[in-house]
């Protein structure tokens, strides 16, 4: 599902116009974006919860070359299902 199908089945679900579903969900992600770079846990519940997580230097190979690489340090951002999401996918 692309972002335009989705901003329509938002629309179509809530009764309200494609422009308003599209202000909902791009204020939807402003906030959960926001809520991650400060290293906020967002929970919803039955749902999910977004997470940040640190990831260790490590090192790697270029696939090219072989060459040894160093691979820096970095902060990634998670998605854990919740309990209603999984039953509802089985």
Known sequence: MTKAELI???GKEAKI??????KALNAFTG???KALKKGDK???TGFGTFSVSKRKARTGRNP???KEIKIP?????KFKAGN???SAIK
């Open 42 to 44: 967002l929970t919803l």
């Open 73 to 77: 340090a970095t902060r990634v951002a």
């Open 64 to 66: 090219q070359t072989g």
């Open 17 to 22: 116009s494609k422009a308003s579903a599209e």
């Open 31 to 33: 906030c959960v974006t």
């Open 8 to 10: 329509a089945s938002i």
């Open 84 to 86: 209603l999401l999984r």
